[in-house]
């Protein structure tokens, strides 16, 4: 594996690990239907903001939501709302593991 190939799947890894946590994978489901301010999102998951700022730096960081600061309060969004493709694999994953094969 040349080092361009290699870098490309770093790249790819480092998304799929800001997606490896349940709380990113919410917020993600979340934004999917309307922009959210941080405050909103610690109310909906339930954790302190400090917390869920770190979620949502993950998840910017390795490019999936953009933020916009308005008075006070930064507005989250998905960047690329095609990440919601890869939660239908995923369920069809755990689907398949249930039924012994893949339904895709």
Do not use: W
């Not at 790819?12 to 959210?36: C, G, M, P, W």
């Not at 917390?51 to 600061?69: F, I, M, P, Q, Y």
């Not at 709302?81 to 689907?95: A, H, S, Y």
Request: charged share 30%.
């Amino acid at each position: 594996m040349n080092a361009d190939v290699r870098a490309r799947y770093e790249q790819r890894a480092a998304v799929l690990k800001s997606l490896a946590h349940a709380t990113r994978l919410f917020i993600i489901d979340e934004l999917s239907k309307e922009e959210h301010c941080v405050a909103e999102l610690t109310e909906m998951v339930g954790a302190d903001m400090s917390t869920v700022s770190k979620h949502l730096s993950v998840l910017k960081g390795a490019g999936l939501v953009r933020d916009e600061k308005r008075g006070a309060q930064v507005y989250y969004r998905l960047r690329v709302p095609c990440v919601l493709n890869f939660f239908g694999c995923v369920e069809d994953v755990i689907k398949a593991d249930g039924e012994g094969g893949c339904s895709c």
